[in-house]
Structure formats: structure tokens, C-alpha cells
């Protein structure tokens, strides 16, 4: 737990007790205010009293002729004195009881400690510490069911109490051991405040503040996921910009060179590259969309899944065959290792034929030339995992915390060149709405892996069910959405064109 959220719940916890606090002192200052009248005016009625019986003695021996009156006088003062006396002692006494009434309805336990910090006397225990028997909090043993790194903190305020510190000084949160005997360990924050108790003791007051921190843990949780997710907002809209406009400017410029020759000064050669570099560039900005409709749909919640028994080594075969062309051109083979018997496992094919497609279209990106990259399925434990392992450049732990961001690549400039950076991002959407697993492994110049798990079986009511066009809100938005980053960048707005099919393909 960090400092900043201690002090901002020792604030919130602060403000609200602070009426307590005041009350139940004010109720033990009347308790000493009323113990210390009544000492006062009991020994003034006790010397009243002797004084007065003196003087009537005189009186009675004829020692003084006015020893009856003044006598009497005295006499008198002592009976009031007395009467005054009883009167501050009920007042103390009711005091103590307010004290110890308000003690039992605001704190969880009030403990009296001697110098070395062993409880003395357990003064009160709520409810759920009532069922503890009496010598779990005795001597030692409070301190015992104090956290290990909270101790010292334990320690330091019943210090400052016991030497006469301010009572604001001697106010700390620790975590105690709460459960009955033989049970599992069940630590629960509580605030300690220790006041000063007389003749070096400390009367501690706790109170049970595990709920407020577990808020205060959420809400930080809460804060950081919101911060995460602006940030992933600016890098997508900025990353997003620059994908689209780099291949719109490209074939707007040679577009426009192509147009406006009229007299025929570019020779057909150039034109010939200037035809291709348009193509190309209307290839890579196709690609962009399609990806990010791909994210779109199913952060709205808008893919639809049709749940079949894939035969997954055709898939993987056909998929190899396809980017086989691809990875000839820079010499790079492609294989892959299929067991003789596979389950088939219920899934969408055509998602799943996305995934492999993608992975090995980015296994041979950042393989070298005349590299190998290697498709693995295997089974086990009714799990299917698809790994694929190029012999690349590999990566660094920096880079791998970031893989599968949108619009994020790793390696260098003529890599980055050849893609857009959401083919990861895609996978692992679609891995997550295939209720699967995804997991990347790489070195530093060893090579990455990337391996997929999806389940064999699922159940009936998932098999007939298809991902809702457009999820309300409040239906689990935030388990549909995938671990991309993409959260409020406005995704969802671009699923509408999703969901009509891709009409630029």
C-alpha cells in the first residue's frame, strides 16, 4: 500500500471520527474534572468537620464561649462540603460509564499496555472480537497478530504514548490477525490511537477501518485504469493518424503526378512504379482499416462467432500455403508440426484462420533472410495451443510488456514498414472472445514465440450464442472489450462500418 493512499484514507478516516473523538474526550476530562472535586471537597469536608468538632469540644470544657457557633458554622461547611463531594463522585461515576458506553459502540477493541507494549487489560472488544477467548490479546499476544511490517509502526506509537506525546502524534494503521483459533489468517486493517494512560501505559482505541482501505485500494485501482486507458487513447489517435495519412499522402502525390502529365514527360518505366507504389499504398491502408474495424467490432461487441468443429491441421496447411509465396521471396521456409490425432476444437474458423494467418505474416516479418519459422499445434488437458516460433531478432522485456498494443512494432524501420502494428492486437481480441489464452516468450536474439490456447469444449449455451450487435451498457462492456488499450478511444463508433462487411475488400 502506498504512502498516498494511507494518508488519503487516514484523512477520510480522520474527518469523520474527529466528532468521536471529541465527545469521548470531553467525557473522560468530565470524569477526571468530577474525580478530582470530589477528592477536593471531601478532604474540605473532613477538615470542616475536625475543626468544628474542636471547636465544640472548647466549648463543651469552657475553653471558648463562642466555640458553639462558630462550631456549628464549620459543622455546617462539612456537610456541604460532603453533600457537594457525593455529587461530583456520581457526576465522575456517570462520566466513566458515557465513556465507556461511547468506547463500546465506536471502536473495535481498548486495550491497556505497560511500557514494554503488553496488553495489561483488554478494556472492550466488539462483536466479532468477542468470540476470541481472553488470552489471545493478553501479554504478548496482540503484538503477536500485529503484520510483521507493521510492528515497528506498533511499537513507535505506543512509545510516544507512553512517554506523553500528543495524542494526534500516536495515531497509526496497522493490520491485525482477527480470526478465531485454528483458523485461516485473516489480517483486517485497523487505525490504532494511543493516548496517554498514566505511570508510562498507553490505552490504545481501535478502530476497524478494513472496509474504508479495501475502497481506497479500488478507487486508486480505478484512477490508474482510467489514466491507463487516456494514455492509450493519445497513442492510438496519434499512431492512428500517422498509418492513415502516410499511404493517403502517397497516393495523392503520385496520383497527382499521374494526372497532371499531359504531355507525356514521365516515361512508362516510372509510371509503371509510380502504378505500383499507389497500389501498395491502397494495400497497406486497406490493411489498416480492415485491422481496425476488426478491433472495433469486437470492443462494441459487434463479431460475430460461429461456433463449429474446426479440423485445425487444414486450417494451419492452408494458411501455410498462403504466406509461403510471401516468405519465398526472401527465402524463409515455413513448416509446421501436426500431430496425428487432434481434437477439433469448437470454435469460429474463420477467427481462427485470422490468428495463424496473422502470427505467421508476422513470424516471417521479423525473420531474416533464409530464416525458418515453425507452426507447433499440440493438445493437452483439453486446451489447443497454436505456437508459432520464427528465429528472429527477438525482443527486449520492454517490448514484450507492450506487444499487442494497437499501431505498436518492435525491430527496425524497414520492418515497421511492412505493417501496421495490429495483427497482435486483433489476435489477442480474438483470442479473448474465444474465452483463450495468449502468450508471447522471446530473447534477445533467440527468437520469439507466440503460442494461442483455445478450449476444446464449450458449453451448449455458448455454441448457440453470437456476440450481441452493440452491447448495452452495463452487460459486461468491460469483459468484451480486449486487452488492447483501446478503451474510450472511440472504437466503437467505427463498428457500425463493421457490421455492413468490409466493402473495401
Sequence with gaps: MSDHRQSAGSLGAERTQAPARRGLAS???LAGVGRYSAAGLGALALMCALAGGGLLLAAAIGLSESGVAEGGWLLGCGLVSAALAAVAAGLSLAAERLDRSIIGADFALVTLHGRAGEVIQLEH????????PDDAFAGQGLFDRVLVPDRPAFLNALSAATAGANPAESLCEVRLRCEAEGAAPDFVWMEMRCLPAGEER???????????????EADHVARAEAERANLAKSRFLAAMSHELRTPLNTILGFSELLATDTDQRID??????????????????????????DLSRVEAGAYELSFEAVDVPQLVD??????????????????SILPARLPRPMADARAVRQMVLNLLSNAVKFSEHGGHVEVNVSAQNGVLGIAVRDAGAGMTADELARLGEPFYQTGDAERRARGSGLGLAVVRALVQLHDGAFDVASTVGGGTTVTVSLPVKRSPSVLQSVVAPFSRAGEDDV???????????GLAGLAGLAGEGRRFA
Design 125 to 132: 472488544a466488539d462483536g466479532p472480537r468477542a468470540h476470541l
Design 27 to 29: 467525557m473522560r476530562d
Design 479 to 489: 469483459m468484451r472489450a480486449p486487452a488492447t488499450g483501446l478503451a474510450g478511444t
Design 318 to 335: 492452408g494458411c501455410v500455403e498462403m504466406i509461403a509465396l510471401d516468405a519465398a521471396r526472401r527465402s524463409i521456409k515455413v513448416t
Design 268 to 293: 512508362p518505366r516510372r509510371k509503371e512504379d509510380y502504378a505500383r507504389i499507389i497500389h501498395e499504398s491502397g494495400q497497406h491502408l486497406l490493411g489498416v482499416v480492415n485491422d481496425i474495424l
Design 202 to 216: 498507553a490505552r490504545v482505541l481501535w478502530r476497524d477501518i478494513h472496509v474504508a482501505k479495501l475502497q481506497a
